[in-house]
């Protein structure tokens, strides 16, 4: 089997019964030829892929640099100091959130604050 680019449907796939039978000669072909990958499937229907442990390293380390290119691109387009949301836009979001906590807080029986705690030194 030819090493494989991602979202491409491999020629040929191998059984789970027959990989059950040959995997110590599979994992032998992999340790000698780290860009080989066996994909595992029935009916035509790929299931997993068994591919050597310094592939799975690689795969790890693309993930990685990925995901830290889709954070700097964020970072990137985030509102600088000043943009966004108005003063007044941001006090009705706080306020909103404050009511929400009160609210809360009373439906739960809190008494506002954590004054009245068990180690607020009163006795309980």
Do not use: K, W
Request: aromatic share 2%.
């Amino acid at each position: 089997m030819d090493s494989m680019s991602a979202n491409v449907t491999p020629p040929q796939m191998i059984s789970p019964s027959r990989v059950a039978g040959t995997l110590r000669s599979l994992v032998g072909q992999l340790t000698q030829d780290q860009s080989h990958a066996v994909v595992i499937g029935e009916e035509g229907v790929p299931q997993a892929v068994l591919i050597s442990f310094s592939g799975f390293q690689r795969l790890l380390e693309a993930a990685g640099a990925a995901d830290a290119a889709m954070v700097a691109d964020r970072l990137v387009s985030a509102p600088q100091a000043g943009e966004g949301l108005s003063n007044e836009a941001l006090a009705r979001l706080v306020a909103g959130a404050e009511y929400d906590a009160t609210a809360g807080e009373a439906c739960a029986g809190g008494t506002g604050g954590v004054e009245g705690g068990p180690d607020a030194g009163g006795g309980a």
